[in-house]
């Protein structure tokens, strides 16, 4: 039932029948669902038929983090209220016995960054490796780091820095990745402030939990069937949305006709040009673990209007989404017909707010790898060892 970590049916059915009373303390017990999270759905359906209906309700299902008894709104409003902008004091002053939990460190220094975007106060030690270094760690130990390139697109100038700093560093792969950006394998952490350094060009967030990149196909400039072009809607997208945290990595793509060379139906947000100015937008879409086409959000009539509902939707999704619930749970979990009453209908009178979080958010952007200047601790760039052997001929 979960390849991440080996757990069988039967496993899972043992563990109900020697006493388990819950998923999540079957989870706890035999790490089902603790990997990627795909199987979480299925590992329930399991446990609650091995339980025979006597599955007793968790009643930390519905917090945000374990040790802190809030659902998520509730534990942005005491936050809010009670000005918390560090880790330590949500722990001290809103945990259970004002201790804190190593697991809910991550979770807790995103929804920081959320509500409090560059005003939060940065420690450290509450984040995953991959955000301390702004890299994304490999498993010999080493870090690829994958340059920002707007919606697929690239120049001359930027090729050659690419390959000057593979050459430099002796980076053993090169590899294009699925989101049309170059990936540069093998860094290791001490260069990565050189490397950036020399690339002189912003971070791609192939890394972390946040919107990472935008997607485009040719689209009207150049494609004979092209009917929006999807290429700048793209770039407009991404410059938009640079670097926002989110609950779960957020991926996004623009097709410029319904042929959909860039695979827009089956992101996160998708938008697809089809004639006359307008554009489909899709929302909820998944092609990994999980396969589903993006649900129709909307169509639109111009590129200004897209803009405006990717924006509104991501920033309730930042706020209303548990953590690391991608979009293919969370779109289907609070449903389409609600998303498009508030997002696009403003039934509940929050788009303005919306909007204007969003664009808090924005307007505090930084790009991360300009730390190279200045480290935020004194280990961040120290040598760490590779834990296993680098490759020699990486080329296939």
């Not at 790490?31 to 359906?45: E, I, M, T």
């Amino acid at each position: 039932m979960c390849n991440c970590n080996g757990v069988t049916k039967g496993a899972i059915v043992e563990c109900v029948s020697q006493g388990a009373k819950s998923l999540t303390d079957v989870m706890a017990k035999t790490r089902a669902g603790k990997g990627c999270g795909s199987c979480k759905a299925l590992v329930g359906d399991i446990v609650a038929c091995a339980a025979g209906g006597q599955l007793e309700r968790d009643p930390a299902a519905d917090w945000y983090v374990p040790c802190i008894p809030l659902t998520k709104p509730e534990l942005i409003g005491q936050i809010r209220e009670r000005n918390l902008r560090a880790v330590s004091q949500v722990f001290a002053e809103l945990a259970i016995d004002g201790k804190a939990e190593a697991t809910a460190k991550m979770p807790l220094a995103s929804l920081l960054r959320t509500i409090w975007g560059p005003d939060w106060v940065d420690e450290r030690g509450a984040l995953f490796i991959n955000d301390r270094v702004h890299a994304n760690i490999q498993r010999d130990g080493t870090f690829s780091v994958v340059p920002q390139m707007k919606g697929g697109v690239t120049t001359p100038d930027q090729l050659r820095k690419i390959a000057d700093v593979a050459d430099k560093y002796n980076v053993p792969m090169v590899k294009v990745t699925g989101g049309q950006r170059i990936d540069l394998l093998g860094i290791k952490k001490e260069d990565l402030p050189k490397v950036w350094g020399d690339l002189g060009m912003p971070s791609g967030f192939a890394y972390g939990k946040s919107m990472r990149t935008v997607k485009t196909c040719v689209g009207s400039d150049f494609c004979r069937f092209g009917l929006g072009d999807s290429t700048q809607l793209g770039i407009q997208l991404e410059e938009r949305l640079q670097g926002l945290e989110t609950p779960a990595k957020l991926k996004m793509a623009v097709a410029g006709c319904p042929r959909n060379c860039s695979e827009a139906l089956c992101k996160d947000f998708g938008v697809v040009a089809v004639g006359d100015g307008r554009w489909e937008i899709y929302i909820g879409g998944a092609a990994g673990a999980h396969i589903r086409k993006g649900d129709l959000f909307a169509t639109v009539n111009s590129p200004e209007e897209v803009l405006q509902l990717a924006g509104r939707f991501v920033q309730y999704y930042r706020e209303n989404a548990k953590w690391l619930e991608r979009t293919y749970d969370f779109v289907p979990r609070v449903g389409l017909e609600t998303l498009q009453a508030v997002l696009i209908e403003d039934a509940e009178g929050l788009a303005d707010e919306l909007d204007g979080r969003l664009q808090k958010s924005v307007e505090g952007y930084r790009d991360p790898w300009l730390e190279r200047d200045a480290a935020k601790s004194p280990a961040q760039f120290k040598s760490a060892l590779p834990l296993l052997p680098l490759p020699e001929v990486p080329v296939r």
